[in-house]
């Protein structure tokens, strides 16, 4: 009588596993823009017509971004300088007149520098 009792308890273990796995992955496809939101770490920058761009406090937090050569606006709009449509990447919260309409580059470390023109 135990042996027959076994076999119905697995049936029903292995039904409400995938029933919960069925149930997260469901989840997981219905919220994409939160879950892209949330492990990439993008905010939204003013308005829809605004491209997505990252937040950064200062200018001396933009070493995490890659090495290479960025200009920033007198908005604080970061942008690419090293690809020729030059895109815009990042924002700047706090930025010093001096820093504005500036090119900085970032080298290998995360050093922010500024290139003298």
């Known amino acids: 009588m135990a042996n027959k009792q ?29 879950i892209a939101g949330f492990a990439t770490g993008i905010e939204p920058y003013n308005t829809a017509n605004q491209p997505v761009l990252r937040e950064f406090n200062d200018v001396d937090s933009l070493g995490t971004l890659a090495k290479g050569a960025y200009y920033i606006d007198d908005d604080g709009v970061v942008y690419w300088a090293d690809d020729e449509s030059k895109p815009a990447i990042a924002y700047v919260d706090i930025i ?22």
């Open 6 to 34: 076994h076999p119905e308890h697995f049936k029903i273990a292995l039904i409400a596993i995938f029933s919960s796995i069925s149930l997260f992955s469901l989840a997981f496809i219905s919220e994409k823009e939160a």
């Open 96 to 117: 010093d007149e001096s820093q504005k309409n500036r090119h900085v580059y970032i080298d290998n470390y995360g050093n922010v520098g500024y290139v003298i023109s």
